[in-house]
Nanobody, 123 residues
Framework: QVQLVESGGGLVQAGGSLRLSCAASGSISRINAAAWYRQAPGKQRDLVAGITRGGISNYADSVKGRFTISRDNAKNMVYLQMNSLKPGDTAVYYC?????????????????WGQGTQVTVSS
């Protein structure tokens, strides 16, 4: 089994920065594509940023130029650097990843989700 755990959320003033981390653990062969999503109260869960195994990234228009997604394949870690934060960025942020894992001597793959971490941006 594989687990994803997010950390780094908290309360920050508008204009500030936070770095979110996503740690994968378990019987991992490799992490393929990974992404960060966010969900504010009363709103749908939206893609914030995605990254391929090779490091090619894409972003929602609302965060382009402010957020950066990155990864460390050797450590099975994914990060989201958030700069110039706005109150509208307030949400629960979730890490998700397509993970290849060992299953009784064979390889399987599926999507995993973390539990989420709260980011609150005050004005």
């Amino acid at each position: 089994q594989v687990q994803l755990v997010e950390s780094g959320g908290g309360l920050v003033q508008a204009g500030g920065s936070l770095r979110l981390s996503c740690a994968a653990s378990g019987s991992i062969s490799r992490i393929n594509a990974a992404a960060w999503y966010r969900q504010a109260p009363g709103k749908q869960r939206d893609l914030v940023a995605g990254i391929t195994r090779g490091g090619i990234s894409n972003y929602a228009d609302s965060v382009k130029g402010r957020f950066t997604i990155s990864r460390d394949n050797a450590k099975n870690m994914v990060y989201l650097q958030m700069n110039s934060l706005k109150p509208g960025d307030t949400a629960v942020y979730y890490c998700t990843a397509d993970v290849s894992y060992f299953n009784s001597g064979s390889l399987s793959a599926r999507d995993y989700w973390g539990q989420g971490t709260q980011v609150t941006v005050s004005s």
